[in-house]
């Protein structure tokens, strides 16, 4: 005997009646949370985001690629509950800010917008500001792979734009990537020198500051002391590396 299966009427997730298309099921609300956390994960793997899994994701409740830069240090650190955890991951973050219109068009998971039609939009213009229906058609897009492209352009990217710290131009194009800066606050343990610090770190393309200006974006305290610039930094959202050797590492 044969017992009838069902197929769902409802997505799981977000109770929203499901819709064929063909012989699949579709869940075409927009604000699925597990459609977007999957866009968040997509988005993270195509930039190498390290250490932004979905386990993560999950624990940080982000829906939206935005999240990943615009959620303050203190949520992050109370979501992963690890100090080392959440240094890594914002290192991995900022890193990710630099990164040329190559990596960054297709992590948006826009239908039909990978790899290949970005490489070939690459041949054809120089930033995400020049890209209309003519310029898609001499880059060889295809009528449908267009339109998605130009859709998102009109309804999503104004907002990514205001948000997002890119600078959404192919590589060739980019402005120089700036470089994060680092300051040294009391003794180290991973050197015996704050001068080999100072070498390994302009090394790994970070610029190193005597003192805690505005512009710093990492505090390294491998001794624990609980200094005036550790205060600073902490209530300023300063990143606070604890392992300057792991740091640069990762």
Same mark, same amino acid.
């Given at each position: ?85 959440? &240094?890594?991951?914002?290192? *991995?973050?900022?890193? %990710? ?5 190559? !990596? $960054?068009?297709?992590?948006? #998971? ?91 770190? &302009?090394?790994?393309?970070? *610029?190193?500051?005597? %003192? ?5 974006? !990492? $505090?390294?305290?491998?001794? #624990? ?26």
């Amino acid at each position: 005997m044969f017992q009838e299966i069902l197929p769902p009427t409802h997505c799981p997730s977000c109770d929203n009646a499901l819709d064929w298309v063909n012989d699949s099921l579709y869940c075409n609300n927009s604000l699925c949370p597990a459609q977007n956390s999957k866009a968040v994960e997509h988005f993270a793997k195509t930039m190498k985001i390290k250490g932004l899994g979905p386990a993560s994701i999950s624990k940080l409740k982000w829906q939206c690629p935005s999240d990943i830069y615009t959620t303050e240090r203190s949520s992050i650190l109370a979501s992963l509950g690890s100090e080392l955890v959440t &240094n890594k991951l914002q290192g *991995e973050i900022m890193n %990710s800010r630099n990164a040329p219109l190559e !990596f $960054l068009l297709p992590a948006f #998971g826009i239908p039909l917008i990978g790899n290949t039609a970005t490489r070939k939009l690459s041949e054809t213009i120089n930033s995400i500001f020049d890209l209309n229906a003519d310029t898609c058609e001499r880059a060889g897009l295809g009528p449908k792979a267009t339109s998605n492209l130009l859709d998102w352009c009109e309804q999503e990217l104004p907002y990514f734009l205001e948000v997002m710290p890119h600078y959404w131009e192919f590589s060739e194009n980019a402005m120089p990537a700036s470089k994060s800066t680092v300051c040294i606050s009391g003794r180290l343990k991973s050197f015996k020198s704050k001068a080999d610090a100072t070498n390994a770190l &302009n090394a790994a393309g970070y *610029e190193v500051k005597t %003192s805690l200006t505005k512009q710093v974006d !990492f $505090l390294i305290n491998e001794g #624990g002391t609980e200094s005036a610039k550790t205060r600073q930094a902490r209530d300023t959202g300063v990143t606070i590396v604890t392992d300057l050797r792991s740091f640069l590492e990762n």
